[in-house]
């Protein structure tokens, strides 16, 4: 691909991203009123559903998005997602009713899942993983996720107050339709044409245990109690899905998640971290803004923009870590200056009290940005150079599917210590009672509320520390026999023997028709080993 190509199939990424991600959490903001006109009696009961429709179907169609990828080419199956977001954007705009909104929004998971891991392919593709340019824009890509994630409840937040709600799924199609045509059209990626087995049987196990466990998340401890027959069934299906699915891919001649990957330290170590981090960032963000709440008595829609101090930090240390790329700072290096940094964030947002200073506040949720933003789109490069080639697209996916995963257990990990830390502090023994609560019981409520959310951040901080011993781990390098997810090796890659090896052919001579044994003129001859 020329230079300018390759600028707008960059900018083509960093905008589908930024649509994927603004989608997963941009109805939370505007709930209220899609209640008030779809179903005004029954709407607010269906509300969890609505929001976890979107994700729930992203993350289950996230490892079957890997192959395709390998198999059909990862461009092929970019058009795909993007159609399949726009149609279910289409749909939840016209929709009439809650169960046809809920509905519609996994048709625009399905597309979602594949835009926010799909999306990271097509970055690696473009050019070569170890190449500046892709490091960079894998580091952007990062860095435009965080903020989405960020500014997705302030951006629906302001659709709701100031058009229709519909606006929120309606500005999806101009945006998206021009990234269809603008990709169909510049996108020129490697493709090398070898067909690969789908195992949709791995695939459906996959998709059915990761919605079991996150239908443990979403309602354990909130719908249901954790010690319910409903819960408990979810977690045991979930368990005995796991294993088969585990089963499957020993078993299956292409596996949807081959084992021997696991082979890799880089990518062990980097689906890892990837899952840690992902416990403590949607861990951190949810009690950041159920903080705010109740123990700051700071309205929803107000509270949304302490989410700003976090964005502005993913982009700020993002596009600092994506030029320190360019010039030799490796993934490594940026994956434990980011953790650390969220550690410290984290631990500081702990000794927060019901009376500490919001510009305080704010000051840590901007240091807090500024963890994650070095960490995010990094380990998935690092992951990407260190993948064999023909599994890219599995790679990518599943530091996705990882880091999802992640984010459902750390919120439904936190939800539960601070249930218990409260009932055994707090007056009234749940937090759903501080707003109703007057004087000095509410005085007392927020005082236990404030020291049992920072028990929470305590916990959110122990996790990263975790995350950053696992990172002084990681090998920036590919190991050897892994291979690379570079699209062509170095042009003098063939023709320059190695050092120390024996250049005396043991066998026949091989043909050379492109004539790549031929040295330049003025260099000693050699053979080909």
Same mark, same amino acid.
């Given at each position: 691909?020329?230079?300018?190509?390759?600028?707008?199939?960059?900018?083509?990424?960093?905008?589908?991203?930024?649509?994927?991600?603004?989608?997963?959490?941009?109805?939370?903001?505007?709930?209220?009123?899609?209640?008030?006109?779809?179903?005004?009696?029954?709407?607010?009961?269906?509300?969890? /559903?609505?929001?976890?429709?979107?994700?729930?179907?992203?993350?289950?169609?996230?490892? *079957?998005?890997?192959?395709?990828?390998?198999?059909?080419?990862?461009?092929?199956?970019?058009? @795909?997602?993007?159609?399949?977001?726009?149609?279910?954007?289409?749909?939840?705009?016209?929709?009439?009713?809650?169960?046809? &909104?809920?509905?519609?929004?996994?048709?625009?998971?399905?597309?979602?899942?594949?835009?926010?891991?799909?999306?990271?392919?097509? *970055? %690696?593709? *473009?050019?070569?993983?170890?190449?500046?340019?892709?490091?960079?824009?894998?580091?952007? =890509?990062?860095?435009?996720?965080?903020?989405?994630?960020?500014?997705?409840?302030?951006?629906?937040?302001?659709?709701?107050?100031?058009?229709?709600?519909? /606006?929120? +799924?309606?500005?999806?199609?101009?945006?998206?339709?021009?990234?269809?045509?603008?990709?169909?059209?510049?996108?020129?990626?490697?493709?090398?044409?070898?067909?690969?087995?789908?195992?949709?049987?791995?695939?459906?196990?996959?998709?059915?245990?990761?919605?079991?466990?996150?239908?443990?998340?979403?309602?354990? @401890?909130?719908?249901?109690?954790?010690?319910?027959?409903?819960?408990?069934?979810? +977690?045991?299906?979930?368990?005995?899905?796991?294993?088969? #699915?585990?089963?499957?891919?020993?078993?299956?001649?292409?596996?949807?998640?081959? &084992?021997?990957?696991?082979?890799?330290?880089?990518?062990?170590?980097? #689906?890892?971290?990837?899952?840690?981090?992902?416990?403590?960032?949607?861990?951190?963000?949810?009690?950041?803004?159920?903080?705010?709440?109740?123990?700051?008595?700071?309205?929803?829609?107000?509270?949304?923009?302490?989410?700003?101090?976090?964005?502005?930090?993913?982009?700020?240390?993002?596009?600092?870590?994506?030029?320190?790329?360019?010039?030799?700072?490796?993934?490594?290096?940026?994956?434990?200056?980011?953790?650390?940094?969220?550690?410290?964030?984290?631990?500081?947002?702990?000794?927060?009290?019901?009376?500490?200073?919001?510009?305080?506040?704010?000051?840590?949720?901007?240091?807090? =940005?500024?963890? +994650?933003?070095?960490?995010?789109?990094?380990?998935?490069?690092?992951?990407?150079?260190? %993948? $064999?080639?023909?599994?890219? @697209?599995?790679?990518?996916?599943?530091?996705?599917? #990882?880091?999802?995963?992640?984010?459902?257990?750390?919120?439904?990990? #936190?939800?539960?210590? &601070? %249930?218990?830390?409260?009932?055994?502090?707090?007056?009234?023994?749940?937090?759903?009672?501080?707003?109703? &609560?007057?004087?000095?019981?509410?005085?007392?409520?927020?005082?236990?509320?404030?020291?049992?959310?920072?028990?929470?951040?305590?916990?959110?901080?122990?996790? *990263?520390?975790?995350?950053?011993?696992?990172?002084?781990?990681?090998?920036?390098? %590919?190991?050897? =026999?892994?291979?690379?997810?570079?699209?062509?090796? $170095? !042009?003098?890659?063939?023709?320059?023997?190695?050092?120390?090896?024996?250049?005396?052919?043991? =066998?026949?001579?091989?043909? !050379?028709?492109?004539?790549?044994?031929?040295?330049?003129?003025?260099?000693?001859?050699?053979?080909?080993?």
């Amino acid at each position: 691909m020329t230079p300018a190509r390759l600028r707008i199939g960059f900018a083509v990424c960093l905008v589908t991203m930024l649509l994927a991600v603004l989608d997963t959490n941009i109805v939370s903001a505007a709930t209220v009123p899609i209640v008030r006109e779809l179903d005004p009696l029954h709407g607010v009961d269906r509300i969890p /559903w609505l929001i976890s429709a979107f994700s729930l179907a992203a993350t289950a169609a996230l490892p *079957l998005y890997g192959k395709l990828c390998d198999s059909l080419g990862a461009k092929k199956v970019f058009l @795909g997602a993007v159609a399949t977001f726009l149609l279910g954007s289409a749909l939840c705009g016209a929709a009439q009713s809650m169960e046809q &909104l809920i509905a519609f929004r996994a048709v625009q998971g399905l597309g979602g899942g594949g835009l926010m891991s799909v999306t990271m392919v097509v *970055l %690696a593709q *473009l050019k070569g993983p170890g190449q500046k340019g892709t490091r960079k824009g894998a580091g952007t =890509g990062g860095l435009v996720a965080g903020a989405g994630m960020a500014l997705g409840p302030v951006v629906g937040g302001l659709l709701a107050d100031h058009a229709d709600w519909r /606006w929120i +799924f309606y500005v999806n199609l101009p945006v998206g339709i021009a990234v269809l045509i603008v990709s169909a059209l510049a996108l020129k990626l490697p493709h090398h044409g070898e067909r690969h087995r789908i195992d949709f049987l791995g695939a459906a196990l996959a998709a059915a245990f990761s919605t079991a466990l996150l239908l443990v998340t979403e309602w354990g @401890g909130r719908d249901h109690a954790w010690g319910s027959p409903v819960i408990l069934g979810l +977690f045991g299906g979930a368990v005995a899905l796991l294993a088969l #699915f585990l089963w499957r891919q020993a078993t299956a001649a292409e596996p949807l998640l081959p &084992l021997t990957m696991f082979r890799i330290p880089a990518l062990r170590t980097g #689906f890892a971290v990837q899952g840690l981090v992902g416990v403590a960032m949607m861990g951190s963000l949810v009690y950041v803004m159920i903080y705010l709440q109740l123990a700051r008595g700071i309205a929803p829609t107000s509270a949304s923009l302490f989410m700003i101090p976090i964005a502005l930090g993913i982009a700020a240390s993002g596009l600092l870590t994506g030029r320190l790329a360019a010039r030799g700072w490796s993934e490594k290096a940026a994956v434990i200056s980011g953790t650390a940094c969220a550690a410290v964030a984290t631990l500081l947002l702990s000794a927060n009290g019901a009376d500490t200073d919001l510009w305080v506040v704010r000051a840590e949720l901007l240091l807090l =940005g500024a963890g +994650f933003g070095q960490t995010l789109g990094q380990l998935i490069v690092l992951v990407q150079q260190s %993948a $064999p080639h023909h599994q890219l @697209g599995v790679a990518t996916t599943g530091v996705r599917f #990882f880091q999802t995963l992640g984010s459902s257990l750390g919120t439904a990990f #936190f939800g539960t210590v &601070l %249930a218990r830390v409260y009932a055994d502090r707090g007056p009234g023994g749940s937090t759903s009672a501080i707003p109703a &609560l007057k004087g000095e019981a509410h005085t007392r409520a927020v005082d236990a509320f404030s020291s049992s959310i920072g028990v929470v951040f305590l916990c959110s901080a122990g996790v *990263l520390v975790l995350a950053l011993l696992l990172a002084s781990r990681l090998r920036a390098d %590919a190991p050897a =026999g892994a291979g690379r997810t570079s699209v062509r090796p $170095p !042009d003098d890659a063939v023709a320059r023997p190695r050092e120390g090896t024996d250049h005396r052919s043991t =066998g026949p001579a091989r043909p !050379d028709p492109a004539g790549l044994s031929r040295t330049a003129p003025g260099s000693p001859p050699h053979e080909l080993p």
